[in-house]
């Protein structure tokens, strides 16, 4: 008997369940999509409770258009999307209906507060947690203390987003090292939660969840769980990891250069490594490898296919209502327009700057826009801007390592043909082509 796994890309817009066999062959896949909410400026909020139906409805689909049983399923892992903060009571009940996601900027004052009285360049080297500090999962917990005393009283438990899933799976909390370097207070070269940092937080040890290898089998399903997503209550869960790393592993970023584009919501190009790639200037965001003793360095642009979606929302209302695939027409669109978008600019900023801008309440904009531009001109435009921007991070990556001369890109907006091309030329580097694409999260966290 054949058996496969199930691995997770849980991401901002939604979850893809892939199915692989032993091999690494991917066989199937669905996708289930959820929302974000935006309850107030700065606030980006998704439900728990929506994961959870994703992950089910989209295991049922996937073993339904696949051809294989459920019960040649043998393991499952997820790669999560980081910086999450979800708070349980003492029974694994939600404190929350929703929470705050990764992008989530409402704890810029106690991040602004703790840095007062603590050197932020000692923080960020120790941690290598180059976003804005506010992100991070610490200063989020400092918010609920803060700003829901009721609620924080209760927490018996803070789990990231992957792994509150592992929860619902298995009922077991734990998390993985890629997971935990993104929470404000790990330090990266000891590998451990630092208990200076916690302290200095005011933050307990025994709120967050004790630390595993990617590897580690958590346990297998519960019985509720096994019927709720279709499988058999035997199959194995493992940790998983975090999105950038599991993408990382999925690129086969296995040696110290290699280097890879994330062309999805959010993106990022990102380098494997054997040591941290830490600057207080380029401020590099670095989480731990999913392989021990490695690691992924980063930088990034917050809102760049997100970006795409809003031109295709707003500018290209027209096409969405006549064209199935409307990405297919703005592509075409675009291609027909010269490089340099008849001299307009865009700059992709719609999310706010990241850690190597100077404040993230930047914003997006185009620039030198007149009388002449035309809708294809601004699709290419946001396209350009979009890889011009991130032509930024890879040299700022550039002047910190030795990279491999070959890029490759993964994420949803590698299917764009066009788009790539654009890349090539901006980025003056070879783009490999790879069957990965979409599957680089998911295949890094079946390996």
Known sequence: MKSYLIAYDFGTGGIKASLYDREGKSHASSFEAYDTYYPHVGWYEQRPGDWWGSICTSTKRLIAGSGVSSSDIEALAISGHSLGVVPLDANGALLRDSVPIWSDTRAQPQAAAFFQTHDYARWYMQTGNGFPAHLYAAFKVMWYRQNEPETYRK???ILGTKDYINYRLTGVKMT???????SGFYDLRRAEYDGALLAAMELPRELFPDIVASTHILGTLTPEAAEQTGLPAGVKVACGGVDNSCMALGARGIYDGRVYTSLGSSSWIAVTSHEPLLDTGLS??????????????ATSIFSAGSSLQWVRNEICKDIVREYENPYDRINELAAGVPLGANKLLFNPSLAGGTGADKTPNIRGAFIGLDLKHTQADLIRAAMEGIALSLRTSLDNLKKMCALTNEMLFVGGGANSGLWLQIFADIYGMDILKTNVGQEAGSLGAAA
């Open 155 to 157: 927490i018996d438990t």
């Open 176 to 182: 993985d090292h890629s997971y935990a370097s993104g």
């Open 284 to 297: 590099p965001f670095v989480f731990a490898h999913v392989i021990p003793g490695m690691y992924a360095s």
